[in-house]
């Protein structure tokens, strides 16, 4: 290190103080005197450059015990800047802070301002900004004291930093004067949105500051697509801050909602809704210890799309709809949606049938665009977005041709951005098709058929699945409807979708028949459909069900899946406070399914996070109540859950469980499945130890290898119908709740459930962690539904595993030949 600063490598000494620290090699004050002996050796006058180029490195140190011990260091790199009464240090003093969230406080940052000011230096943009966050996030040491200071201050009404604002004030910056001021005004207005809702008084104000303005919606829209991208001036922390580099900057957020607002303003374009609703995912998406980035700037985005009158905007509300789970912005997503079908003297149901666009399909999942002598062909037919590009010859080719690229670029921008919006809404209304089960929705035969089985988008999904035309099951084959038997179905009076839920066996396998013979892949379960009958052991429960009790679950992947499918719930927390179970809400059915579950483990440390909300949960009961009844409160520490939420009322019995309608268990009883699958401990390779201290062992091995669920039960009937199909079908067979493969140096066990695997000799574990992405690892091998990751993971093993002498992953192979 010293020898660094002898030779003026101000880059290199930075390394080597940042990797000294995260090596764990400097503690306390011995590392402050450390890089102090190291910053004597540095050349007169490159004290802050050194300085600057250790914190440029601390913002991206990630592990916090490390970010605490440099954050020491940078301490004692700024304390002589900060102490010293002359400009030039107060420069460099501010510089740092400007960086480094809320090290000085409001007085301080105030006074060394002024410094600058009394000297005749302005105060550089970056530190406006890091002052105005001290004010907007009331940090300590007095930040009131920097609201007169700011409003003396002529600086734009943005801070920079994020890519957006940059941008905006780079495009500001580059127009005439005249020009300039005019933004530099609308800006200053658009910081005032404050409220909710634009005013009209606002509003008023926000139109006439746009019609001074050139090309408003072009700058606006380009502005608000780079809204989300990674800062441009990234911020240092401490370790108990959250990474406010993956968040929106407070100040920023509030003029860049009222440009939300003034966007919707403007005269309709068709960029317009595209953009605003991707800026309401990008604003809800999740930063670890905050929750959504800003669910403000995604509401926004809803009420601009609201105040937009096309059919364009309206398909982003209902495509939004069906995918955001964050509960203040689905509200207005839904009251948006609420008002449309108000206005147009609809119900909810037809405005969202409505509201699906064809995005350019001239029949049923098919578009053909020409530019000029090349054509570019979209096939969404099997569920999969596929572009082929031919050539002026007709050929096929890879890639888009360069003459498109130079000749055609907009029209290329824009058949681009309509093929990412077909891919989007395709997946949105798997998800609402498949919500249809419970809400039983029955439709006229003829307005059916027109907003679904032939609705250019729609029809990709409704083709695939099976309806009932007057209580008769039929499904799209070659042109026409026709039953399991293949009698022709023309016209009928009502249609629903089919469920297998108490229909006959015979009809059921006639289905998964059908399917398999004209290898028809459907977009979610419906004729491999788990069914969930009462049990005898539910039976004598009555009330609750204990089917899915006694799980360990990854609390944060539950959570999300629960807002998936339409459940409300809460994070249990490691502190003394109650929570209500996870619940979903049944309003065609007068009802409400509970699901009981309660925080897991007691050590801090190893069982919750840095913000205190615990890692995994146990599960309990699963229980039915009527929809107006009181919801219960379960503590968090566990084992309690009878306070309720109005304490002067005597609470609801549970419903009985025999007298629930057997779709209505069958459904919510597959959530929980679901819910147990996908998030539990068990079905972890890499829990074999137990996890913390061992002590879930006896559970992960119970789930790893024990009783199939309803889910995997269904896997195992794919499973040996598809064995036969594979390659190594000579190798592979299903035997009780394994899939038992036969490689050249091992056979294998891999559980229907869990996907986790045991070895011959001794039913030795092998521990096999499959890649976040399974991508395609069955090849060309029909599955006639889709959405089973596990069932993925299960028969990429296999197709590895049967050729076991040609796996090169040391990983694995060290474990084969132990």
């Not at 995918?323 to 149901?349: I, Q």
Request: with cysteine; aromatic share 8%; proline share 5%.
């Amino acid at each position: 290190m010293a020898e660094l600063a002898r030779h003026g490598d101000i880059e290199g000494l930075a390394d080597e103080v940042v990797a000294y620290a995260a090596a764990g090699n400097e503690h306390g004050r011995r590392g402050g005197r450390t890089v102090t002996n190291a910053l004597g050796l540095v050349a007169a006058g490159r004290g802050a450059e050194l300085l600057m180029a250790v914190l440029e490195r601390c913002c991206l140190v990630t592990d916090n015990e490390q970010r605490r011990v440099v954050n020491e260091l940078l301490e004692a790199l700024v304390q002589p800047y900060s102490t010293s009464p002359t400009p030039d240090a107060a420069a460099v003093a501010l510089a740092f802070a400007a960086r480094h969230t809320a090290y000085f406080g409001g007085d301080e940052q105030r006074h060394m301002a002024e410094l600058l000011l009394a000297a005749g230096r302005p105060v550089p943009l970056e530190v406006v900004a890091m002052m105005r966050r001290t004010v907007a996030h009331g940090y300590w040491g007095s930040p009131g004291a920097l609201k007169p200071f700011l409003a003396k201050l002529d600086a734009p009404a943005l801070n920079p930093g994020e890519m957006w604002a940059d941008r905006a004030l780079a495009d500001v910056g580059s127009l005439d004067p005249a020009e300039a001021a005019r933004w530099h005004a609308l800006f200053r207005h658009a910081a005032t949105a404050t409220s909710a809702r634009p005013a009209q008084k606002w509003e008023t104000a926000g139109r006439e500051l746009l019609d001074g303005l050139t090309e408003p919606g072009d700058r606006l829209r380009s502005w608000l697509t780079l809204v989300g991208r990674p800062r441009t001036i990234r911020l240092n922390r401490t370790q108990w801050e959250h990474d406010v580099n993956e968040t929106f900057d407070q100040y920023n957020a509030t003029a860049l909602r009222g440009l939300v607002w003034l966007v919707s303003f403007l005269p309709d374009h068709p960029e317009t809704s595209r953009v605003l609703g991707a800026l309401v995912e990008t604003a809800l998406r999740k930063v670890a210890g905050v929750g959504p980035r800003n669910p403000k700037i995604a509401n926004a985005a809803v009420y601009a799309l609201s105040r937009v009158p096309s059919e364009d905007a309206l398909a982003q509300i209902a495509r939004l709809a069906t995918r955001v789970t964050f509960k203040g912005t689905l509200k207005e997503l839904n009251a948006a949606l609420d008002a449309r079908a108000a206005a147009l003297d609809l119900s909810r149901d037809e405005v969202e049938e409505l509201a699906v666009p064809a995005y350019g399909l001239t029949e049923v999942g098919r578009r053909v665009e020409h530019f000029g002598d090349v054509s570019a062909t979209v096939d969404a037919t099997s569920g999969t977005v596929v572009v082929t590009w031919r050539n002026s010859a007709g050929k096929v080719v890879k890639s888009v041709p360069a003459s498109v690229r130079s000749g055609h670029p907009e029209e290329l921008a824009e058949f681009r951005a309509a093929v990412k919006d077909l891919e989007k809404m395709l997946s949105a209304q798997v998800e609402r098709l498949d919500r249809q089960f419970l809400a039983e929705r029955v439709w006229p035969f003829d307005a059916w058929r027109a907003r679904y089985l032939d609705h250019p988008l729609v029809g990709t999904l409704a083709r695939r699945l099976i309806w009932l035309v007057d209580d008769v099951s039929c499904a799209y084959d070659d042109g026409v409807l026709r039953t399991a038997g293949g009698d022709e179905v023309t016209a009928g009076g009502t249609v629903r979708l089919w469920h297998p839920i108490g229909r006959e066996v015979a009809e059921v396998l006639a289905w998964r028949t059908w399917l398999e013979a004209r290898q028809v892949t459907q977009p979610f379960k419906q004729a491999h459909r788990e069914v969930y009958l009462l049990t005898a052991a539910e039976e004598n429960t009555r009330v609750y069900s204990n089917r899915y009790a006694a799980h360990v679950l990854r609390q944060h992947q539950f959570h999300a899946l629960a807002a998936a499918r339409g459940w409300r719930n809460r994070l249990r927390l490691m502190v003394d406070d109650t929570y209500p179970p996870a619940t979903r809400d049944l309003p065609r059915w007068g009802l409400r399914a509970e699901f009981w579950i309660e925080g897991a483990g007691e050590d801090w440390a190893a069982d919750a996070t840095e913000s205190g909300a615990y890692l995994r949960i146990a599960t309990d009961q699963v229980r039915f109540y009527p929809a107006s009844a009181p919801e219960h409160h379960a503590h968090a520490g566990g084992g309690g859950y009878e306070q309720w939420v109005h304490q002067d009322e005597q609470p609801t019995d549970p419903l009985p469980l025999a007298e629930i309608p057997p779709l209505v268990l069958s459904e919510i009883l597959r959530d929980v499945d679901l819910f147990v699958g996908v998030a539990s401990v068990g079905n972890d390779p890499t829990w074999q130890d137990g996890g913390p201290d061992g002590r879930f062992r006896e559970y992960w091995a119970s789930y790893s290898f024990g009783e199939l669920s309803g889910t995997a039960q269904t896997r195992r009937e794919m499973l040996e119908r598809l064995v036969p199909r594979l390659a190594i079908a000579d190798r592979a067979k299903v035997e009780g709740r394994f899939l038992v493969v036969r490689g050249d140096l091992r056979t294998y066990k891999i559980h229907l459930g869990s996907g986790n695997i045991l070895m011959s000799p001794n039913d030795q574990y092998l521990c096999i962690v499959p890649k976040q992405s399974v991508g395609s690892p069955t090849g060309d091998l029909f599955l006639p539904f889709e959405g089973d990751r596990v069932l993925a993971v299960i028969l990429s093993k296999a197709l590895m595993l049967a050729k076991d002498t040609q796996i090169t992953d040391r990983t694995i192979t060290q474990q084969l030949r132990l």
